[in-house]
C-alpha cells in the first residue's frame, strides 16, 4: 500500500493512511459496489482510497461495517497518530 | 399521482420551468421590441430553461435517478461546493482590494476623476466583502 505522511489532503490536513483499497480488494468488490453500499458516489470512494478526503464519523463506521472490521483498524488511527506526533 | 423521491430536485425543476414560462411571455409580449438576435437569443436561454426543468423534473419523479441524485450529492460533493464558496469568495476579496489599490494609483498619476467612481464602487465591494466575512465568522463561531 502507497502511503504519503506528509502529504496534504483536500481538508488541508496530513493524508491519513487506510486499508479501504486493501480490504475492498480482498472482497472483490468494486469502487461503484462499494459507493452504492455506503450510499455515496464512486468518485467519493477514489478520494477516501487515495487518501485526499477524509470521510465523516458516520461514513467511516458504514465502511468499516461492510468489511466488518472497525474504524480503528479501517483508518489505522494508531499508526496515523503517532505519525502525526512525528511529524510535529 | 406520483410520488415525489427527491424534493430539492423537483423543486428546481419546478423553478426552472417557472422561469422558462414567465420568460418566454416576456419574450412574446415585447415580441415587436426584440430585434431578431434577441429573439433568438432569448428563446434559447428559455428552451434551455425548460428542458432543465423537465430533465430535473424527470429524475426528482424516478426512484432509480433520485437514488443516482442522492449518491452524487454527497458529504464530499458538499465539502467541495463549500470550499469552492469560500475559496472564490476570498479571490473576489483580493481582487477588490487589488482593483482599490489599484485605482488610488492611477488616481495619484492620471487625476482622472472618472477613477474615484470606479474606486467608490470597488471599495464599497470591498466593505461589504469584510462585513460579511466578520458577520459570518461571529454566526459560524456562535452556531458550531
Given at each position: 500500500?502507497?502511503i504519503?505522511?506528509?502529504?496534504h489532503?483536500f481538508?488541508?490536513?496530513i ?16 469502487q ?17 482510497e ?21 474504524i ?15 511529524s510535529? | ?25 416576456v419574450t ?6 426584440l ?15 425548460f ?7 424527470y429524475?426528482?419523479?424516478n ?64 466593505s ?17
Amino acid at each position: 500500500m502507497k502511503i504519503n505522511y506528509h502529504r496534504h489532503n483536500f481538508h488541508g490536513g496530513i493524508e491519513l493512511k487506510n486499508k479501504v483499497r486493501e480490504l475492498r480488494t480482498s472482497s472483490s468488490m468494486t469502487q461503484e459496489q462499494l459507493a452504492k453500499l455506503v450510499n455515496v458516489s464512486s468518485r467519493t470512494i477514489i478520494s477516501l482510497e487515495k487518501g485526499k478526503y477524509n470521510p465523516s464519523i458516520m461514513l467511516a463506521y458504514k465502511i468499516s461495517v461492510v468489511f466488518n472490521t472497525t474504524i480503528e483498524d479501517l483508518y489505522c488511527l494508531k499508526e496515523n497518530l503517532q505519525e502525526e506526533e512525528n511529524s510535529k | 399521482m406520483k410520488k415525489v423521491y427527491n424534493k430539492k430536485g423537483f423543486r428546481s425543476g419546478l423553478w426552472f420551468l417557472l422561469l422558462a414560462t414567465i420568460g418566454a411571455m416576456v419574450t412574446m409580449l415585447r415580441l415587436n421590441d426584440l430585434d431578431i438576435m434577441g429573439i433568438i437569443k432569448s428563446s434559447l436561454m428559455y428552451l434551455m430553461c425548460f428542458f432543465i426543468g423537465i430533465t430535473h423534473l424527470y429524475r426528482s419523479l424516478n426512484s432509480k435517478r433520485s437514488e443516482e441524485d442522492e449518491r452524487c450529492d454527497d458529504e464530499r460533493s458538499e465539502l467541495v461546493g463549500l470550499k469552492a464558496g469560500s475559496k472564490s469568495f476570498t479571490i473576489c476579496f483580493i481582487i477588490s482590494l487589488i482593483l482599490n489599490v489599484f485605482c488610488i494609483l492611477l488616481y495619484a498619476f492620471k487625476r482622472i476623476e472618472a477613477i474615484l467612481y470606479i474606486y467608490i464602487g470597488f471599495g464599497i465591494m470591498s466593505s461589504v466583502m469584510f462585513i460579511t466575512i466578520i458577520t459570518t465568522t461571529l454566526y459560524y463561531d456562535k452556531k458550531c
